[in-house]
């Protein structure tokens, strides 16, 4: 996960962990997409991607900014565990705090405001490989 610097309009920040993700560019396809940001905010590029899981719109995490995310979480296996910067956009590199692998009990346990909430729940049944038939919707 990644731990983001999320600013408001006033200057207050707002740092929450996140999974990695971004904007769609033209053309792309929600797996591209995903390929694309996962190699620019992690560095890992040996990724295989399993299914769309999870639809979520989350307006909560931008603050006074108004932005809705809508965003698709998708299964996704690495052979590496190695985090890299190399990839990270000016943006990023002001942005973003810190990245690391979490447990899904460090998640649990966590007073950090994380994102999908909830996620040691969802995430539970997807590290068992029991993914949902039908896509879940879910909330902030």
Not at 46 to 53: E, T
Not at 108 to 117: A, F, G, K, R, V
Request: glycine letters at 10%; charged letters at 25%.
């Amino acid at each position: 996960m990644i731990r983001y610097r999320n600013t408001d309009p006033s200057g207050v920040d707002r740092p929450c962990w996140t999974t990695a993700g971004g904007g769609m560019e033209a053309g792309e396809t929600i797996a591209e997409t995903a390929l694309r940001e996962v190699k620019e905010e992690t560095g890992i590029s040996a990724v295989s991607l399993g299914p769309v899981v999870w639809y979520g719109e989350d307006s909560i995490r931008s603050g006074d900014w108004g932005v809705t995310f809508k965003e698709h979480f998708i299964v996704a296996h690495a052979k590496t565990e190695d985090l890299r910067q190399d990839g990270w956009t000016e943006h990023e590199h002001q942005q973003i705090l810190e990245m690391r692998w979490w447990s899904i009990q460090e998640i649990s346990e966590s007073c950090d405001p994380i994102y999908p909430s909830g996620l040691h729940d969802l995430l539970s049944p997807i590290v068992a490989g029991e993914y949902p038939t039908e896509l879940r919707i879910i909330s902030a």
